[in-house]
T-cell receptor, first 114, second 113 residues
Framework: DAKTTQPNSMESNEEEPVHLPCNHS???????IHWYRQLPSQGPEYVIH???SNVNNRMASLAIAEDRKSSTLILHRATLRDAAVYYC???????????????FGKGTKLSVKP | DSGVTQTPKHLITATGQRVTLRCSPR?????VYWYQQSLDQGLQFLIQ???????AKGNILERFSAQQFPDLHSELNLSSLELGDSALYFC????????????FGQGTRLTVV
């Protein structure tokens, strides 16, 4: 039941920026936009999340469109270690209800070339 | 290291058997989630617990059950195992559901033969 749309795969060159797009046209006002990635043979790991404003952390930046119907995960300098499947997920902040779960879609498989 | 511990790492069992997978969440996390990842299905949400209570169910089969104990660790019980249950089972935890990040364990690889 993923409510996001991502490209199946993308390629990047090492040390170049990568922009991973995500469309979420049915996003609700209480949905946070989360990004996770899954490296080969590992569990998913949190990358970044945001609500309305752009966000930066040590791993990446998240650019959120003004209407919140799309977002872009930005890796400023891709490394070989960044090769992974990247998942864009909407997560309801209203944990008083039964939401707040991470529902994974197919994600984008990022390949990084040396 | 995410701080979430799953045991065992690998499990091989026969069809028809029953197994228990264990998850210790990060210290302070009240919410636990279970996921199944198979090659053809991707990451499927199974069930969520929050402070000992079941909060949400996903694609969990009736042969599967889970619980979260007072010390907040969780167990996923899989019974009458079939070949198709072979998969990676991940546990994740977060402080509360919603806007906080979730931390995933390394998973338990279950092989049913």
């Amino acid at each position: 039941d993923a409510k996001t749309t991502q490209p199946n795969s993308m390629e990047s060159n090492e040390e170049e920026p990568v922009h991973l797009p995500c469309n979420h046209s049915t996003i609700s006002g209480t949905d946070y936009i989360h990004w996770y990635r899954q490296l080969p043979s590992q569990g998913p790991e949190y990358v970044i999340h945001g609500l309305t404003s752009n966000v930066n952390n040590r791993m990446a930046s998240l650019a959120i469109a003004e209407d919140r119907k799309s977002s872009t995960l930005i890796l400023h300098r891709a490394t070989l270690r960044d090769a992974a499947v990247y998942y864009c997920i909407l997560r309801d902040a209203d944990y008083g209800g039964s939401q707040g779960n991470l529902i994974f879609g197919k994600g984008t498989k990022l390949s990084v070339k040396p | 290291d995410s701080g979430v511990t799953q045991t065992p790492k690998h499990l091989i069992t026969a069809t028809g058997q029953r197994v228990t997978l264990r998850c210790s969440p990060r210290s302070g996390d009240l919410s636990v989630y279970w996921y199944q990842q198979s090659l053809d299905q991707g990451l499927q949400f199974l069930i969520q617990y929050y402070n000992g209570e079941e909060r949400a169910k996903g694609n969990i089969l009736e042969r599967f059950s889970a619980q979260q104990f007072p010390d907040l660790h969780s167990e996923l019980n899989l019974s009458s195992l079939e070949l198709g249950d072979s998969a990676l089972y991940f546990c994740a935890s977060s402080v509360v559901p919603g806007d906080t990040e979730a931390f995933f364990g390394q998973g338990t690889r279950l092989t049913v033969v």
